[in-house]
């Protein structure tokens, strides 16, 4: 739309919904879903502010606050509060976007939304951080609640943030409830909530391998990225299963090599510490190579797991994936893979049926961690706490049943040759989009002309 500045990411990963809707029979049999695409494609509401701070030296500081309150028709707002220079709201809208039908794919109660500000965490004191917090909040406050809209945290906002945050909304509103998720154990926080994403994102992929009829996580050799909560929990997890972990990464560069279970807790030190991989003094096994992502330097790869931020594998490492014998791609991050590169996963998915490599979006293969997000909602509701065998269990059957979602949504919908595996991007996609649309319409949402 030419009145419209443009939102590259926005654009992007609306661009990617409208193709897989567009490229399956749900149009041709539902014409009417034209419409609801047209109505869920803008936001309910989009909150914007300014958020004033002082830092340690009493100078005045300024940031740009958002939220994004995209869609409420399954349930309250949900999703993350990113803190990053970066930060704009083109990719609040795309995260926002994203949420919905990830949201969606876990079964539970929960809309879409996202948040977050132009604040860099980096190199800021813990003094500086609560203010920040507290400023940001006393703004958020007046659009949030138990029953309305539910942040958590995201790039920037952990454990801290988190504490901060809910404190201030706790002071401002004088209401103690479940307002955020991610909270401490102590106050309303559910248990496996830091390791939901990367355990999730493990456990979906391990029912990619067994329909493929690739076996189990053992022996698997697994090249991730990032090393944040996300990509140290899944590499945990795919070293308890008996895979072998050959990368991580940050935005400085990538460790290459076995990974192992002492180099991962010494990473998360130094990332609770707001530390880059430059300070980490790796053993022998492992190589650093500054200012590189690690997919063309892991060297032979059964499974990539991106998982560190947007658009982090481009056309050319899908290929050089490819060559390097990677049969399974699944994101841990939101919108991980450019759109170049899902277009080679996907062509070659379909030239080589089944000994292709297989993809998953992070829509889909990383819904754990608002998955228990929306766990903790319930627990919150009923001011309970659950065990962390019963958090893990519940989070299981949600992985399972996003992947068996998507699958028999791609089979339904989407026309494929013999032999070839379903397209869990395009599955995944119509049966997010597909659920919602529903919701919308039995709301009022949006209506057809009978």
Known sequence: M???????????????????????????KFPEYRTALKVASIPERVLQFRIVWEDDAGQLQVNRGYRVQFNSALGPYKGGLRLHPSVNLSILKFLGFEQIFKNA?????????????DF??????DS????FCVAFMKELARYIGANTDVPAGDIGVGGREIGYLFGAYRKERNKFEGVLTGKGLDWGGSLIRPEATGYGLVYYVGHMLEYAGAGSWAGKRVAISGSGNVAQYAALKCIELGATVVS?????????????????EAIGQLKIDRKSLTAYEASENLKYIPGARPWLHAGQVDVALPSATQNEVSKEEAEGLIAAGCKFVAEGSNMGCTQGAIDVFEAVRKEKKGEAVWYAPGKAANCGGVAVSGLEMGQNSQRLAWTREEVDEKLKVI???????????????????EG?????????????????????HDQGDWWSKA
């Open 248 to 264: 991580l990464s940050d935005s400085q560069g990538a460790l290459v090599g076995e990974v192992k279970a002492s180099d991962i």
């Open 2 to 28: 030419s009145n419209l500045p443009s939102e590259p990411e926005f654009e992007q990963a609306y661009n990617e919904l409208a193709s897989s809707l567009e490229n399956s029979t749900l149009f041709e």
């Open 120 to 125: 860099d965490p980096k190199g800021k004191s």
């Open 399 to 417: 992985m399972k049943n996003a992947f068996d979602l998507g699958l028999s949504t791609a089979k339904e919908y989407v026309k494929a040759a």
């Open 105 to 117: 794919l876990t079964g539970l109660m929960m809309g879409g939304g996202k948040g977050g500000a």
């Open 420 to 440: 070839e595996l379903p397209s869990l991007v395009d599955g995944s996609n119509i049966a997010g989009f597909v659920k919602v649309a529903r919701a919308m």
């Open 128 to 131: 500086e951080i609560r203010r």
